[in-house]
């Protein structure tokens, strides 16, 4: 009878120890892609329950690409995205198909530690919660689920320190497998991504978000486990599509406008330089992301080229010999903006000012 009782009482203990277990969180970490949206990887949070059976992912990077006026919404920083929820495998079979290999790491968190972050989630994929204002560095997929953790998780133990690099050098690192994307970028975003960040900072970029998080502790045992891959036998090695780098290409120009010595080419390079700074400007003046504020690429990619090219039809030479000197100055200001590291720059750069140094010393002896 005693032998009995203590079968039933160990099956008993077994059985609730197993329903006691919950939940098991842990952190997907998605490999970069080649398009766009996927230079710089991706991240998202899996919750397991087997008393439920349940396997999903709450998944911050949702956004529409139907969205009216997607692509000026999302340049006017005024694009929201969502926090959705996706079957796991559904998930994973998506991945497979782009060859993007994803890593899981475990967080060793407790079990109230883990039914905190679910009701966090839970209450962040309310209706009312779940769409928040995407903002590039600042509030994206990784640095929503760094918030979650860092600020849901008792007793977490971080501290965040110095990278000596900039925000550009990381973006520059992940891009230059798309070099007319880095191109952009670069062109784009002004100097504010110019200082150097902390490791906290630095979990904008899912794969620092998982580095960090294993130097994070609890109760002295590292939050996140080591990275294990979910995709076997993926080749992953990415060959960049882009043949013709812009450096390559605005220094094949740059020799064409220097031996053409044609008026034609002359404005409309000048042309196509006011127009993109025209962009710039735009952007600077009425976008909402802080990242494309105090951009000094306007003192060479300049709008007022637009009064150069018009200046080329008038008979007003003196005033263009001293537009064409004023636009040289700032061509030379520029160069001193990127040797005081105020502002990075794309290496392309270089043949477009020394394309624009060239016409407007021509423009200087214009007779």
């Known amino acids: 009878m005693k032998k009995q009782v203590f079968i039933i009482l160990s099956i008993f203990n077994a059985l609730l120890a197993f329903a006691q277990k919950g939940s098991k969180i842990s952190l997907l970490t998605f490999d970069t892609g080649l398009a766009s949206h996927a230079i710089f990887g991706h991240t998202a949070i899996r919750i397991q ?169 609890v109760n002295n045992i590292p939050l996140a486990g080591k990275q294990k891959k979910l995709l076997r036998n993926l080749n992953t090695e990415k060959a960049s599509h882009w043949k013709l780098t812009p450096f390559v290409f605005f220094c094949f120009l740059f020799v064409i406008l220097v031996f053409a010595r044609s008026r034609v080419l002359y404005q409309t390079f000048t042309l196509a330089v006011a127009f993109g700074g025209l962009i710039i400007l735009i952007l600077t003046l009425f976008s909402a992301h802080p990242e494309v504020q105090k951009n000094y690429n306007l003192l060479w990619c300049n709008p007022l080229y637009f009064l150069s090219f018009i200046l080329c039809f008038t008979p007003f030479k003196k005033i263009h010999k001293t537009f064409a000197t004023i636009m040289l100055l700032c061509i030379l200001t520029t160069f001193g903006v990127w040797f005081s590291k105020i502002q990075g720059y794309d290496l392309a750069f270089i043949p477009i000012c020394a394309s624009l140094f060239w016409i407007n010393l021509k423009q200087m002896q214009r007779r």
């Open 49 to 217: 329950n087997p008393n439920e059976g349940t396997d999903i992912v709450y998944n911050f990077g949702i956004f529409d690409f139907d969205t009216p006026n997607f692509l000026v919404k999302f340049a006017g920083g005024r694009l929201d995205y969502r926090l959705g929820i996706q079957n796991y495998q559904h998930m994973l079979l998506g991945y497979e198909y782009d060859n993007r290999q994803v890593f899981e790491q475990e967080l060793q968190l407790s079990n109230e530690q883990t039914k905190k972050i679910i009701n966090r989630l839970e209450h962040l994929y309310r209706p009312e919660n779940r769409y928040y204002r995407y903002g590039f560095l600042h509030k994206n997929c990784s640095t929503e689920l760094a918030n979650v953790f860092l600020e849901h998780i008792d007793g977490i133990n971080y501290t965040p320190t110095e990278t000596n690099k900039t925000y550009r050098s990381y973006l520059n690192d992940y891009s230059k497998v798309a070099p007319w994307f880095k191109f952009g970028i670069n062109l784009a975003l002004g100097s504010t991504i110019d200082k150097n960040i902390n490791t906290q900072e630095l979990m904008f970029l899912p794969d620092y978000l998982s580095e960090e998080l294993e130097k994070a502790t």
